[in-house]
């Protein structure tokens, strides 16, 4: 099964700790992981990440990684609140693919031996229409 990273919410940074987080994550906006090891893998290095940045910079609050069924999230190891993120994203499980087909041949029609968008076809469908 593949997952979808769609965006990595985050919150403003409290420090500088939490600002190199936030850049290093950003890197997983709108990224397929290509199955359940590689899944496994990316939570693994977020874990790997995290505690170097712990390791970076010793005199700030320990941080942690905790999934909870699709979602991964960082925050203080012991939180004053629930909402007490530094950030988090959802893995979300690819539900279908969709791959060109000859049947969709014909919504890309080349009009004068130029290939034209869909809705420049539209157009002319509907000026070819209007003109008979």
């Given at each position: 099964m593949k997952y979808y990273i769609d965006k990595v919410n985050t919150w403003g940074p409290a420090n500088a700790k939490c600002a190199k987080l936030h850049q290093e994550m950003k890197q997983y906006e709108h990224?397929?992981?290509a199955d359940v090891l590689s899944r496994d893998a990316l939570v693994e290095q977020v874990r790997q990440?995290?505690?170097?940045?712990?390791?970076?910079?010793?005199?700030?609050k320990r941080l942690v990684v905790e999934t909870c069924y699709n979602g991964v999230y960082c925050r203080p190891e012991k939180p004053a609140s629930d909402s007490d993120n530094?950030?988090?994203f959802t893995l979300d499980p690819?539900?279908?693919?969709?791959h060109f087909t000859e049947k969709y041949v014909d919504g890309m029609l080349t009009i004068g031996g130029e290939r034209r968008e869909w809705n420049e076809l539209n157009k002319l469908k509907k000026s070819n229409s209007n003109e008979e």
């Open positions: 990224c397929l992981v990440t995290v505690e170097q940045a712990n390791a970076d910079y010793p005199r700030t530094v950030f988090s690819v539900r279908q693919e969709f």
